[in-house]
Nanobody
Framework: VQLQASGGGLVQAGGSLRLSCVAS????????MGWFRQAPGKEREFVAA????????YYADSVKGRFTISRDNAKNTVYLQMNSLKPEDTAVYYC????????????????WGQGTQVTVSS
């Protein structure tokens, strides 16, 4: 599986962005998907995850109520809608795929996209 993330950019605090991650291959619907982020000098951290069917979603406490993860299996795409953005959301955002149940652990994911930069100005 190859993953291509896009949609990052520069936005003012309080603004919104929608990230997309398109997967290659015909088995996308069998993968749980996750979004992670990494700020300069910090470890990669969990943001959100979604089950293969989309019926279950998981969020980090820091983004709960502001971010929404969703997927369209017909388009091989997972999305991360980010609202009410804060300067502390600034990071490179990565999508990841796992052929098992969704998890918050980065090391449990098998495939990673290249990352897309999100910068939130105050």
């Amino acid at each position: 599986v190859q993953l291509q993330a896009s949609g990052g950019g520069l936005v003012q605090a309080g603004g919104s962005l929608r990230l997309s991650c398109v997967a290659s291959g015909r088995t996308f619907s069998t993968y749980a998907m996750g979004w992670f982020r990494q700020a300069p000098g910090k470890e990669r951290e969990f943001v959100a995850a979604i089950s293969w069917s989309g019926s279950s979603t998981y969020y980090a406490d820091s983004v709960k109520g502001r971010f929404t993860i969703s997927r369209d299996n017909a388009k091989n795409t997972v999305y991360l809608q980010m609202n009410s953005l804060k300067p502390e959301d600034t990071a490179v955002y990565y999508c990841a795929a796992r052929r098992a149940a969704a998890t918050v652990v980065p090391g449990a994911y098998d495939y990673w996209g290249q990352g897309t930069q999100v910068t939130v100005s105050s």
